[in-house]
């Protein structure tokens, strides 16, 4: 299984960007998907997560009413819409599927991860 995220790149605050993640697994459209990032000299944290069929999402406090995840199940690939950046949202951005349906903040629920992309948010 095999996820590929991509997306990122350099921004001004304010801007946007928008986050892909392309999955492999036959098992897409049966599982929860998220995103977590992790900057320099800080441990990975939770970003957003989705649902098997999009229908639940939930988002960590720092990022709620700027980002939002979606999924496009016919295409094997998952989204983040990044609104109103900041230069505290620089990171490497990783998405991960999941073990279960439901949507999870649990890193330790994800079984399969990306490679990551950047994201750097100028101020």
């Known amino acids: 299984v095999q996820l590929q995220a991509s997306g990122g790149g350099l921004v001004q605050t304010g801007g946007s960007l928008r986050l892909s993640c392309a999955a492999s697994?036959?098992?897409?459209?049966?599982?929860?998907m998220g995103w977590f990032r992790q900057a320099p000299g800080k441990e990975r944290e939770f970003v957003a997560t989705?649902?098997?069929?999009?229908?639940?999402?939930y988002y960590a406090e720092s990022v709620k009413g700027r980002f939002t995840i979606s999924r496009d199940n016919s295409k094997n690939t998952m989204y983040l819409q990044m609104n109103s950046l900041k230069p505290e949202d620089t990171a490497v951005y990783y998405c991960?599927?999941?073990?279960?349906?439901?949507?999870?903040?649990?890193?330790?629920?994800?079984?399969?991860w990306g490679q990551g992309t950047q994201v750097t948010v100028s101020s």
């Open positions: 989705i649902s098997w069929n999009g229908g639940d999402t």
């Open positions: 991960a599927e999941s073990r279960y349906a439901s949507r999870t903040s649990q890193a330790g629920h994800y079984r399969y």
């Open positions: 697994s036959r098992m897409f459209s049966n599982n929860g």
